[in-house]
T-cell receptor, first 113, second 117 residues
């Protein structure tokens, strides 16, 4: 069965510092991978996705993620955190055979002034 | 971009009554819609998957007679919580997968906060 693990349920960074949110997947077949951001009382919004092709993908708001098959990872980074980045972040994977997404437990990002 | 709406955004109902939540894809056709439930500080829990014109597929542990899902068209799915009880209070989120476009990309609605008193 496919699973997604987000290491660190809470990450706190200072404004302007590097953001690194970790995601590892477990799948017999490399899945499609997604990062979503969720603000309070809102639905998740797609930040970026990896399907095929270039392993470094860029998303909205300056975020990017790199798919590393050898490490079964899809970590999310942003060079310089902004206060508005404070939110909940979910990594998700979908096995194209199954058709359903599997979500990680989420990481709460706090940005300190 | 693809937009998914939900109505209502918030609803308060008395225990024992039924509540219907609508999910619409506004600018695309959705072959598949998903309903999630989210408790505070937790991840999204998939309740069911529905394909247009077919019966919904419910996840294990989700009561199909309590959470009625109808996917009547390529742009509309509804979730009806029947005989609601306080433990049904939660944040319900729908998402839709486009007929064409990004592979398996899901677009989420803004969510519906249900409070059962």
């Amino acid at each position: 069965a496919q699973s997604v693990t987000q290491l660190g349920s809470h990450v706190s960074v200072s404004e302007g510092a590097l953001v690194l949110l970790r995601c590892n997947y477990s799948s017999s077949v490399p899945p499609y991978l997604f990062w979503y951001v969720q603000y309070p009382n809102q639905g998740p919004q797609l930040l970026l996705k990896y399907t095929t092709g270039a392993t470094l993908v860029k998303g909205i708001n300056g975020f990017e993620a790199e798919f590393k098959k050898s490490e079964t990872s899809f970590h999310l980074t942003k060079p310089s955190a902004h206060m508005s980045d404070a939110a909940e972040y979910f990594c998700a994977a979908i096995n194209t055979n199954a058709g359903k997404s599997t979500f990680g437990d989420g990481t709460t990002l706090t940005v300190k002034p | 971009g693809a937009v998914v709406s939900q109505h209502p955004s918030r609803v308060i109902c008395k225990s024992g009554t039924s509540v219907k939540i609508e999910c619409r894809s506004l600018d695309f056709q959705a072959t598949t819609m998903f309903w999630y439930r989210q408790f505070p500080k937790q991840s999204l829990m998939l309740m069911a998957t529905s394909n247009e014109g077919s019966k919904a597929t419910y996840e294990q542990g989700v009561e199909k007679d309590k959470f009625l899902i109808n996917h009547a068209s390529l742009t509309l799915s509804t979730l009806t919580v029947t005989s609601a009880h306080p433990e049904d209070s939660s944040f319900y989120i729908c998402s839709a997968r486009a007929l064409a476009g990004g592979p398996y990309e899901q677009y989420f609605g803004p969510g519906t906060r249900l409070t059962v008193t």
